[in-house]
């Protein structure tokens, strides 16, 4: 029995038809649609996060098995704390807090058991990502520190580009006396 694999990347709970995966299931004469009903019952408690989903196919039979593989542990703790991402400064400015409960979730949804390993794992995570366990929620200041620890990253994204440039001065300003030589040579050749 010959089996086709195909492994993508899909939005959980919005799987279609569309590219990547119904021009890669097309030739192999599976129905697309049932496939994709089964790929969204199967990711929808994943909705907002790419997951990677790997439908194997069996060419004779037309019959196929859907695995779906689970997102990362940032991932997992980023949806359940509704934040966009962890913090800058990790070790300086927290920006939520897990609870046990909430790790022993996340563990069991990453890695299906919540042995002292895998919640190690999560708490290490989350600890990289600037978030704590079982220290209560944010006051008002450390929510000021992750504010002000955003702007500065916003502010200095903003001002990088504008350091690579010139920096404000005309084509050729600032440079020594050999280097325009050489360009002027160079144009010379050109020609």
């Known amino acids: 029995m010959p089996k086709e694999k195909i492994e993508v990347m899909i939005e959980g709970g919005k799987a279609t038809a569309a590219p990547p995966l119904g021009p890669a ?14 790929i969204n019952k199967k ?26 593989g689970s997102p990362p542990v940032a991932a997992l703790i980023k949806k359940e704390l509704g934040i966009e991402r962890g913090s800058s400064e990790a070790g300086r400015v ?3 807090d897990l609870t046990e409960e909430q790790v022993k979730k996340i563990a069991s949804a990453k890695f299906g058991s919540t ?61 020594g006396e050999e280097e325009k030589k050489g360009e002027g040579e160079k144009e010379e050749k050109k020609e």
């Open 94 to 96: 927290r920006v939520g």
């Open 25 to 38: 299931l097309g030739p192999l004469g599976v129905p697309i649609p049932k496939v994709v009903e089964e």
């Open 115 to 175: 042995e002292p390993r895998f919640i190690n794992q999560v708490m290490g995570t989350a600890r990289s990502m600037g978030i704590t366990i079982g220290q209560g929620e944010l006051t008002e200041e450390e929510k000021k520190a992750v504010e002000e620890a955003r702007k500065k990253v916003a502010e200095a994204a903003t001002a990088a580009p504008a350091e690579e440039g010139a920096e404000g001065k005309p084509e050729g300003e600032g440079k």
């Open 43 to 68: 990711t929808s408690d994943l909705k907002g996060m790419e997951v990677p989903v790997t439908v194997i196919v069996d060419t004779v039979t037309k019959e196929f098995e859907i695995k779906v």
